[in-house]
């Protein structure tokens, strides 16, 4: 039961929320304490404002004789009376070394100022302020400074004033504050939950529409916001991602599909034999042609299957390139010479054109079953009287291969799919046709190798494949896996 609770505070929308309102919580408690920390200090501004001036008309009313204090003021005046009573409420009188002459009561309360500050404030002639709490916890604020009597005679006179007003002021702005700061948390947290939600609103589809993405539904894409942001890049990979998921699905039915029609054939022509064999065949020599036949496309079923197996395991990265250092021009010669015996057959001349030495780091093994496809190819699509040229150069860092023939070309429409499995140009005579693998081969070698191939062709007149491949192994680092094969 704790499980969806726990999932709910992982989720990024709490998160993003909890980040607000902690962030909010700091930001509103700094605020309140700064604005406290104003206001305290133009109360006290205004404080210090009245004592200073109830301080300096303190002068008017004291007088010091022989270091006795009196008050002069007229008592039929109530007004001079009550200002005189407020002075002396607390009040405080030393000598210049600090020693108490009079103190009122409320000042014994509050404690007098130390000896040592009093000749201090003197020395400075400086206005003395001081804060001091009574023991009823009032707290109260005291102006002092330099008072000189008649004979020139320096005093220490100091007056105070109660706080409390100021601090119930303060009292009452920080219980408001506080009485409203949870509102305040409150609201700006559901605002900042309703903006993470709109925010990661587009995450909640991605991850619906990702849900629904399976095999037969993978044409779902989701449209994008436009608003160029960190989601919008997300639903792009996304949609991208899907799009590559869907062409490889595409090309795994296809396979599968090429797949079984590859083998049906065979299988069907295989049983037929078997058939004639046991339902027709009556002398020995007859049973012995059927069985052939039927021994022939076994082979040819093996040679699908194993040709499958090989490319399937090349396109799926299990085939790992053998690379040595050899002589490409050299390899071209000596397959081009094992082509002399079935060209001559078929009335096809076959030659090599290359540079003395053409230095390549490859697979021979592939580079060999590459050449030996190119070369049967256009030696089996190319009429009797043709030609073939197999040309080798190094251009720069790259090695250029060429396999040209004068045969009978592959049309427009068919060009862009020679390179897929199992694809034959329809209209080639059935003796000639081949399992539709070797250029799907050739291709994943070209491609492991890190290069390119083009092939151009005039229907009639012939056809040129180029193949452009580095020659050092800095290849290595695209070795393909994918079966998305380069063609340029
Ligand atoms: P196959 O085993 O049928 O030759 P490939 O994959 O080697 O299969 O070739 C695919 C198809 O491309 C062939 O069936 C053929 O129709 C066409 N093709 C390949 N090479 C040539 C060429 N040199 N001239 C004409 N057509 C060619």
Redesign the pocket.
């Known amino acids: 039961m704790a499980k969806p609770r726990l999932s709910f505070l992982r989720g990024l929308r709490f998160r993003l929320t909890l980040a607000n309102g902690i962030f909010l919580v700091g930001l509103l408690v700094f605020l309140g304490l700064f604005f406290r920390g104003v206001l305290s200090l133009i109360l006290d501004n205004q404080i210090r404002d009245i004592l200073d001036e109830e301080w300096y008309a303190v002068k008017g009313y004291l007088i010091i004789h022989r270091g006795e204090p009196e008050w002069r003021y007229d008592p039929e005046d109530r007004e001079e009376e009550l200002i005189v009573k407020r002075m002396q409420q607390v009040f405080f009188l030393a000598d210049a070394k600090g020693r108490k002459i009079t103190a009122s009561e409320t000042f014994l309360d509050l404690g007098l100022v130390a000896e040592p500050d009093v000749v201090a404030a003197l020395a400075s002639k400086q206005p003395y302020w001081l804060e001091k709490r009574s023991s009823a916890g009032e707290l109260f604020r005291i102006r002092g400074g330099m008072f000189v009597d008649d004979d020139n005679k320096a005093y220490f006179v100091a007056i105070g004033r109660s706080k409390a007003a100021s601090e119930a002021i303060l009292a009452e702005f920080t219980r408001d504050y506080q009485r409203l700061l949870p509102a305040f948390i409150l609201s700006g947290c559901l605002l900042g939950w309703l903006v993470a939600g709109r925010a990661i609103r587009p995450v909640h589809e991605l991850a619906r529409t990702a849900e629904r993405v399976s095999g037969d539904n993978l044409s779902l894409r989701i449209p994008s916001r436009g608003s160029g942001d960190e989601l919008d890049n997300l639903i792009r990979t996304f949609n991208s991602m899907v799009e590559r998921l869907e062409s490889s699905f595409q090309m795994t039915r296809q396979f599968n599909a090429d797949v079984s029609h590859e083998l049906r054939t065979p299988l069907t022509a295989i049983r037929g034999q078997l058939e004639v064999a046991l339902f027709t065949a009556k002398t020995k020599e007859q049973y012995r042609e059927a069985m052939i036949n039927a021994l022939e496309d076994v082979e040819r079923l093996s040679q699908t299957v194993r040709a499958m197996l090989l490319l399937s395991q090349a396109e799926g990265g299990q085939l790992a390139l053998q690379r040595t250092v050899f002589d490409l021009a050299e390899v071209t010669r000596d397959i081009v010479d094992e082509f002399q015996i079935p060209a001559e057959e078929a009335r096809v001349e076959v030659v090599c054109e290359s540079d003395s030495a053409v230095g390549i780091e490859a697979d021979r093994i592939q580079i060999e079953r590459l050449l030996n ?1 190119l070369l049967s ?2 030696v ?2 190319t009429p009797s009287g043709g030609k073939v040229v197999a040309r080798v150069n190094s251009r720069g860092e790259e090695v250029v291969l060429e396999v040209e ?1 004068t ?4 049309g427009a429409d068919h060009l862009p799919h ?1 390179f897929d499995r199992f ?3 329809p209209g ?1 005579s059935k003796e000639k ?8 081969f050739v291709a994943w070698i070209v491609k492991a190798h890190g290069g390119s191939i083009q092939a151009d ?1 005039a229907v009639g007149k012939g ?1 040129r494949f180029t193949i452009v491949i580095p020659a050092g192994a800095r290849a290595g680092a695209q070795e393909a896996t994918s079966p998305a094969l380069q063609r340029s």
């Open positions: 496809n190819n256009a089996k699509y023939d045969g009978m070309g592959i020679i694809y034959r140009v080639a046709q081949g399992l539709g693998l070797g250029l799907s062709s056809t």
